[in-house]
């Protein structure tokens, strides 16, 4: 139990692209879904929370305009990199919690994007 | 606020090795903790967790045990395996929400046949 999907898994394009990640929880209700990035060899950024229904909260020095967060449902939330350019290039990962004390975060596989 | 140290690596070990991988905490309250494993290009994956003092976690030949009075939970396995290759990373959790999530720096493991 307790999957959470990411999708895609790899990403190639063009600077200036918007990429749009998905990150679902197959068989629970995510109250709480996280966004983080991983550079090469190096632990977990978070980059930001997200609640169902509600505004994501976003870690300092994220730019929220760059990277859009939707949790529309507690199922499913999104990541959209806009205007991507090649700093942008890393792993996302996203993980997802079902709320109650205890709980461990359950990831993604990651989406590995490059930008050319 | 709460963090998370973990011994430096990377760690290259022998198949069949004994692992001992440290981990040490520092939290207002009372966490919940977790040891978690990335394989090369792939997320993490939770491997055990403890949420009480005392508690042992196990899953797949690794252990750990809460340690309050240490405030530790170091991560053991009795004998590695090549396929235990991967990073280690030690983490708690505060809160209803898993918003006061924290992650240690990682440890990579490398066990050579």
């Known amino acids: 139990g307790a999957v959470v999907s990411q999708h895609p898994s790899r990403v190639i394009c063009k600077s200036g692209t918007s990429v749009k990640i998905e990150c679902r929880s197959l068989?629970?209700?995510?109250?709480?879904m996280f966004w983080y990035r991983q550079f090469p060899k190096k632990s977990l950024m978070l980059m930001a929370t997200s609640n169902e229904g509600s505004k994501a909260t976003y870690e300092q020095g994220v730019e929220k305009d760059k990277f859009l967060i939707n949790h529309a449902s507690l199922t499913l939330s999104t990541l959209t990199v806009t205007s991507a350019h090649p700093e942008d290039s890393s792993f996302y990962i996203c993980?997802?919690?079902?709320?109650?004390?205890?709980?461990?975060?359950?990831f993604g596989d990651g989406t590995r994007l490059s930008i050319l | 606020g709460n963090s998370v140290t973990q011994m430096e690596g990377p760690v290259t070990l022998s198949e069949e090795a004994f692992l001992t991988i440290n981990c040490t905490y520092t939290a207002t309250g009372y966490p919940s903790l977790f040891w978690y494993v990335q394989y090369p290009g792939e997320g993490l994956q939770l491997l055990l967790k403890a949420t009480k003092a005392d508690d042992k976690g196990s899953n797949k030949g690794f252990e750990a045990t809460y340690r309050k009075e240490t405030t530790s939970f170091h991560l053991e396995k009795g004998s590695v395996q090549v396929s235990d290759s991967a990073v280690y990373f030690c983490a708690l959790s505060e809160g209803n929400y898993g918003q006061n999530f924290v992650f240690g720096p990682g440890t990579r493991l490398s066990v050579l046949p």
């Open positions: 993980s997802a919690t079902q709320g109650a004390l205890g709980q461990p975060q359950h």
């Open positions: 068989d629970f209700q995510a109250t709480t």
